[in-house]
């Protein structure tokens, strides 16, 4: 499956350091907990690979949010979703936090105008 997806399949090969079963020795739908190594801060995690390798939604690094954050930027689904997103952001005046600082679904209270 790494081999087949790119630059995300490579990026997971080199944050699988799992040492109990090897990258060959799992499926990408499993649901074994392997141990994983952030690429970018190094902190350490279990996590099932199969949430490691979901399309829609795959996970990263719980320190650091960058390699899920990609995807799910705030400012890149307004400007996949037409009127709606454009309509959001022109409504999203927060100043703590861009646009692109921000991920859709996270909890984060935005300050909005109307």
């Not at 739908?29 to 490691?52: D, F, M, P, V």
Request: hydrophobic share 30%; net charge positive; with cysteine.
């Amino acid at each position: 499956w790494c081999d087949a997806n790119g630059e995300i399949g490579k990026k997971l090969l080199e944050e699988y350091v799992n040492t109990d079963r090897g990258p060959m020795d799992v499926t990408r739908a499993s649901g074994y907990k392997a141990l994983w190594k952030c690429a970018t801060c190094e902190h350490e995690w279990r996590t099932k690979i199969c949430n490691r390798t979901t399309a829609n939604n795959p996970t990263g690094c719980p320190k650091c949010p960058g390699f899920v954050a990609r995807s799910n930027k705030f400012q890149v689904w307004c400007d996949a979703n037409g009127e709606i997103g454009k309509k959001l952001l022109e409504e999203y005046v927060n100043t703590d936090r861009g646009p692109m600082d921000v991920t859709r679904a996270s909890g984060y209270k935005a300050l909005w105008k109307c």
